[in-house]
């Protein structure tokens, strides 16, 4: 059987056929946010991008959106944003509305560490994904594992100590 494409993998949606996701975890801020104000309220950012499936192959697609960086900023993540140490131990946990789901950490969007131009697309090869629901795009990743479409919820907060 083989996985369902992007456009049937869709976020949740309210009776005007609009996507919407939720911004939590250790956060001071959580919030939810349709597409439109992902469009309308943070700067949007372009990336054009070559990722390789491993069931269909490499996919080429120009996205366009707002910094993930940016919006979860805007949520106010629980730790010190003047201790490097402390935004070092958060996660990203990122889920599609399929159940797909992927990590990543803060660290890699800290200009601070490595600082790559990951986006919460609002636009898809020109059109728009307010039906859909946004995509992650991580353009400095050479799979697509990553990219989760339809995405329903993102989640943030610091790993605790492991040996605990
Ligand atoms: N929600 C969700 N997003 C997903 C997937 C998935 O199964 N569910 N598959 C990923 C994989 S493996 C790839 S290669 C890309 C493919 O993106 P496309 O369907 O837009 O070509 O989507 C990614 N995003
Ligand atoms: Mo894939």
Same mark, same amino acid.
């Given at each position: 059987?083989?996985? #369902? ?20 975890? !250790? ?9 439109? %104000? ?13 990722? /390789? ?13 707002? +910094?993930?960086? !940016? ?8 730790? /010190? #944003?003047?201790? $490097?140490?402390? $935004?070092?131990r ?13 990590v +990543?950490?803060?660290? %890699? ?13 609002? $636009? ?8 859909a629901?946004?995509? +992650?795009v991580?353009?400095? !990743? $050479? ?17 605790? !100590?492991?040996?605990?």
């Amino acid at each position: 059987m083989s996985r #369902p494409s992007a456009a049937s993998r869709t976020a949740p949606t309210s009776s005007t056929g609009t996507a919407s996701f939720t911004v939590c975890g !250790d956060v001071a801020e959580p919030f939810t946010l349709t597409v439109a %104000e992902l469009r309308a309220g943070w700067q949007q950012h372009r990336a054009e991008v070559t990722f /390789d499936c491993a069931t269909s192959g490499p996919q080429h697609h120009r996205f366009e959106g707002a +910094l993930l960086y !940016d919006v979860i900023r805007a949520a106010e993540p629980g730790f /010190d #944003p003047r201790r $490097r140490k402390d $935004r070092a131990r958060f996660l990203l946990a990122v889920s599609g509305g399929d159940g797909h789901h992927t990590v +990543l950490s803060w660290a %890699e969007i800290d200009q601070d560490f490595s600082g790559s131009p990951i986006l919460l697309a609002t $636009r898809l090869d020109g059109h728009g994904l307010d039906t859909a629901g946004s995509q +992650l795009v991580v353009p400095t !990743d $050479r799979c697509g594992a990553r990219y989760i479409s339809a995405i329903t919820t993102i989640w943030t907060g610091a790993c605790g !100590d492991l040996t605990a």
